[in-house]
């Protein structure tokens, strides 16, 4: 059983398209998020929500949106994709308390052409 | 801004030898620091997590020391093994907000040959 899953594995699109990448975890945490590594494998933070708040790192441009229909799913949405929206993205999950290890997806490699 | 730093970026050792691995740290106080795994084409696993009033934490060959004067973690793999062979990022997070949120370093590639 697969603890954190996304889909698709692979995406390639053409620029200026609309995509969305999909989360869905079974281990009941309440915490969610979206990370995107780049070509030098820097693992940087985009969003993450619980059912109380969503944090948006400043940095991620508004093409970005994450969407959670409930607690087990957080997909993420993005628009107008650019060549510079090309990497990987995790999905990942973790209980309510700091501190808990996240457990990630593994991964959907976005290729923007 | 707040930085991690993971002094090499790559570390090639002998099986059975120790592998030290190094996290430092600026202008952040995190609450905790955990270490993961990653695989080629996988995503990062959890290891490990060592809070700021731990100065060491062990599972199994795995040893991770928290230093917050030094702003510094070390993370050791004893008796290493070619299946070790991995990156290993470790990760800083604080409270509240999003600091709450883990930060990493762009990890070290550790090579373990037999």
């Known amino acids: 059983d697969t603890a954190v899953s996304q889909t698709p594995k692979y995406l390639v699109t053409q620029m200026g398209n609309d995509k969305s990448i999909k989360c869905e975890q079974n281990?009941?945490?309440?915490?969610m998020y979206w990370y995107k590594q780049d070509s030098k494998k820097f693992l940087k933070i985009m969003f993450s929500?619980?059912?109380?708040?969503?944090?948006i790192n400043e940095t991620v441009p508004n093409r970005f949106s994450p969407k959670s229909p409930d607690k087990a799913h957080l997909n993420l949405h993005i628009n107008s994709l650019e060549l510079g929206d090309s990497a990987v993205y995790f999905c990942?999950?973790?209980?309510?308390?700091?501190?808990?290890?996240?457990?990630f997806g593994s991964g959907t490699r976005l290729t923007v052409v | 801004s707040q930085k991690i730093e993971q002094n090499s970026e790559a570390l090639n050792i002998q099986e059975g030898k120790t592998a030290t691995l190094t996290c430092n740290y600026t202008?952040?106080?995190?609450?905790?620091l955990q270490w993961y795994r990653q695989d080629p084409g996988r995503g990062p696993v959890f290891l490990l997590l060592?809070?700021?009033?731990?100065k060491e934490k062990r599972k199994e060959r795995l040893k991770v020391t928290f230093d917050t004067t030094l702003k510094q973690s070390l993370f050791h793999i004893t008796a290493s093994q070619p299946a070790d062979s991995a990156t290993y990022l470790c990760?800083?997070?604080?409270?509240?907000?999003?600091?709450?949120?883990?930060?990493f370093g762009k990890g070290t590639k550790l090579s373990v040959k037999p």
């Open positions: 990942a999950s973790s209980a309510r308390d700091r501190g808990h290890g996240y457990t």
């Open positions: 281990l009941g945490h309440d915490t």
């Open positions: 929500y619980n059912n109380k708040e969503l944090i």
């Open positions: 202008n952040y106080s995190p609450a905790y």
């Open positions: 060592i809070r700021e009033n731990e």
């Open positions: 990760a800083l997070g604080g409270y509240g907000g999003s600091q709450g949120n883990l930060i």
